[in-house]
């Protein structure tokens, strides 16, 4: 218990930053300010997320790591630049796979009244961005803990790809910014806030749309795409009942 409390802190502390950081960008992006009951809300939600991922992450990396199941897998990243690269953008990009299947499973009938928790909130801005369900982060994490730990013992620096979940963090909550950022020609390659607000919206032509995390490539390849068009701000909230 106390190891895996001293995890929790050092993943906490290791993170902190980087959600503080981009919780201020994200607020001098524009747009809505958030309350402070807001703020403490997800405040805690963020704490109780974090917490929560450490434990499967040190679970996972504890009784499935590269010891058992992992050493059967033959991709190789050699210890040189290029393959540090290519180590990077094969765990962003799967990562991100697995997020975009997850999330649309979230939205299924049976797992939408967990993933509601998320899209109900009142204010839409960076504190909501880890606002979700217990069930939800088993559904969602699980799968990128595991292929985090497949991809780092692949050769090549094992932090490289252990501390990508810290960009995906980042990435997460800058995509909750209220402010109207457009990225222009770039929407259809990379997510940001105008992307993940059309997901969040309250229109019905916008209901399960736009479910990738970072790469819009796999709600084009889906079905699920929709562009971003200058000026679009949609109100955000929830369009079904729980």
């Known amino acids: 218990m106390i190891e895996l409390l001293s995890h929790y802190l050092y993943v906490l502390a290791g993170v902190a930053p980087y959600l503080g950081g981009v919780f201020l960008l994200g607020i001098l992006c524009g747009g809505s300010r958030p309350t402070l009951r807001a703020s403490l809300e997800s405040l805690g939600f963020s704490a109780v997320f974090i917490f929560l991922a450490s434990c499967l992450e040190h679970a996972t990396t504890n009784t499935l790591g590269p010891a058992h199941l992992w050493t059967s897998v033959t991709i190789h990243f050699p210890e040189t630049a290029l393959?540090?690269?290519?180590?990077?953008?094969?765990?962003?990009?799967?990562?991100?796979?697995?997020?975009?299947?997850?999330?649309?499973?979230?939205?299924?009938?049976?797992?939408?009244?967990?993933?509601?928790?998320?899209?109900?909130?009142?204010?839409?801005?960076?504190?909501?961005?880890?606002?979700?369900?217990?069930?939800?982060?088993?559904?969602?994490?699980?799968?990128?803990?595991?292929?985090?730990?497949?991809?780092?013992?692949?050769?090549?620096?094992?932090?490289?790809?252990?501390?990508?979940?810290?960009?995906?963090?980042?990435?997460?909550?800058?995509?909750?910014?209220?402010?109207?950022?457009?990225?222009?020609?770039?929407?259809?390659?990379f997510t940001g806030p105008q992307y993940h607000r059309i997901h969040h919206s309250n229109r019905p032509e916008h209901v399960d749309c736009n479910f990738a995390g970072r790469f819009p490539v796999f709600d084009v390849l889906f079905g699920t795409y929709v562009p971003c068009t200058p000026g679009l701000h949609p109100e955000t909230g929830l369009t079904r009942q729980v």
């Open 83 to 189: 393959g540090q690269v290519g180590l990077s953008v094969a765990t962003l990009a799967t990562h991100d796979f697995l997020d975009y299947w997850t999330h649309r499973a979230m939205h299924s009938p049976l797992l939408w009244r967990f993933h509601a928790l998320h899209h109900k909130a009142e204010e839409f801005n960076p504190t909501i961005a880890y606002r979700i369900h217990p069930v939800e982060l088993l559904v969602v994490s699980v799968p990128g803990i595991l292929l985090t730990d497949v991809l780092s013992m692949q050769g090549g620096d094992y932090h490289v790809a252990k501390n990508i979940p810290v960009l995906l963090l980042f990435w997460g909550q800058l995509n909750h910014a209220d402010g109207k950022i457009e990225f222009g020609i770039l929407s259809p390659v």
